[in-house]
């Protein structure tokens, strides 16, 4: 059985609980919690999911594809196999940053009025942004937060918008970053057996690819690193079991607050 993230309706078995869930296993699922009605403020990053999950299964089918075509012969994987691996990873990381993001711009504001870590991390940006602490780039001094808060129709959901802007302004690069986004949601990303170490390598993976094309002038084989099929598998599965993570973790704070 190959791994995968299942989406609700699509599971060959009962929903799991995400924080019971192995991270970082190939034969571990995380399944999407069952909700009915689902939550709206999750429908969005659901449907990323989905998207993000046919890539990955995609990718996964081309490699074998080419194993055929060559034979099925084991060993070393071929430079275009690896090309489809690092890809792999790359658009499982694409996933995770747009789930992570969309559940930001729909869920923040659905649970402000219901969850007090959510509130908290409104107060304590517009505390910061209020100290001038932020005053770094066009759009970010203290002076014209407090214009655009004074003069707006609706000082709150300007506040709101400014926030939403600032959590997802850049791309995931790192653990820590998806802890920072985690806990906007108000969930704790330690309980929800999110590793840091098991991620940082990942997105460490991630970056040398998509910034320096994963090159390694000192191979010498191949000029750029050479990544194992099954790790490779696996930081995909992983990032995607992180996502379908985050949003069980959201709609449970939603059903909470219902």
């Not at 929800?192 to 098991?198: A, C, G, H, L, V």
């Not at 390694?216 to 993570?245: F, H, P, W």
Request: charged share 30%; glycine share 6%; with cysteine.
């Amino acid at each position: 059985m190959t791994t995968s993230t299942v989406l609700a309706g699509r599971a060959a078995k009962p929903p799991v609980s995400a924080a019971k869930t192995p991270l970082c296993s190939r034969r571990a699922t995380t399944t999407l919690t069952h909700m009915v009605p689902r939550p709206e403020a999750t429908a969005k990053p659901r449907l990323i999911l989905e998207h993000a999950q046919a890539s990955h299964d995609a990718f996964k089918k081309a490699v074998e594809i080419l194993k055929k075509e060559r034979g099925g012969k084991r060993g070393m994987t071929t430079d275009e196999e690896q090309d489809i691996l690092r890809a792999s990873v790359v658009f499982a990381a694409a996933g995770l940053d747009a789930v992570a993001k969309q559940l930001i711009r729909d869920a923040v504001p659905a649970l402000l009025d219901s969850d007090p870590k959510v509130l908290d991390g409104l107060e304590t940006f517009v505390s910061r942004r209020i100290r001038g602490e932020d005053e770094e780039g066009e759009g970010f001094t203290r002076a014209r937060f407090l214009a655009r808060l004074l003069t707006a129709k609706s000082s709150r959901e300007q506040v709101i918008e400014e926030y939403v802007r600032e959590l997802t302004g850049s791309s995931l690069q790192s653990a820590e970053e998806l802890y920072k986004t985690a806990s906007a949601l108000g969930l704790d990303a330690a309980k929800m057996n999110i590793d840091r170490k098991t991620l940082q390598p990942i997105f460490e993976c991630r970056n040398k690819i998509i910034h320096e094309l994963d090159i390694d002038l000192s191979g010498t084989r191949r000029k750029r690193n050479i990544r194992s099929e099954d790790q490779m598998i696996e930081y995909a599965t992983t990032l995607l079991d992180v996502a379908a993570r985050l949003i069980n973790g959201v709609e449970e704070r939603l059903r909470q607050a219902a």
